[in-house]
């Protein structure tokens, strides 16, 4: 079983920054592409970035490409979203996840594995 936290949610003005972590636990961390989610009020649960096991390759939704940036330390068994020049309407809870393959997987069908959260408020 894999357990994976998030944190480093908050609330920043518009602009600013944040870095989002989230800590695997459970199965080998590093033979597994990680993503990262986000659900706001009323609406569905987005893709917003994901990872390749080894942190070669990225890929970023069209919302937060430029701003947002994925990583990851495989020796921390840790994945970032490094979040800058942030907006009010990416405000969301952010959810990481890790994926059934070692690849970027954009479809959250295909990830197991969820955190519980962290919320991520951008007031204007």
């Known amino acids: 079983q894999v357990q994976a936290v998030e944190s480093g949610g908050g609330l920043v003005q518009a602009g600013g920054s944040l870095r989002l972590s989230c800590a695997a636990s459970?199965?080998?961390?590093?033979?597994?592409?990680m993503g990262w989610f986000r659900q706001a009020p009323g609406k569905e649960r987005e893709f917003v970035s994901a990872i390749s096991w080894s942190g070669v390759t990225t890929y970023y939704a069209d919302s937060v490409k430029g701003r947002f940036t994925i990583s990851r330390d495989n020796a921390k068994n840790t994945v970032y979203l490094q979040m800058n020049s942030l907006k009010p309407e990416d405000t969301a809870v952010y959810y990481c996840?890790?994926?059934?393959?070692?690849?970027?997987?954009?479809?959250?069908?295909?990830?197991?594995?969820w955190g519980q959260g962290t919320q991520v408020t951008v007031s204007s």
């Open positions: 459970g199965r080998t961390f590093s033979r597994y592409g």
């Open positions: 996840a890790q994926n059934r393959g070692m690849g970027v997987i954009t479809s959250s069908d295909n990830y197991d594995y």
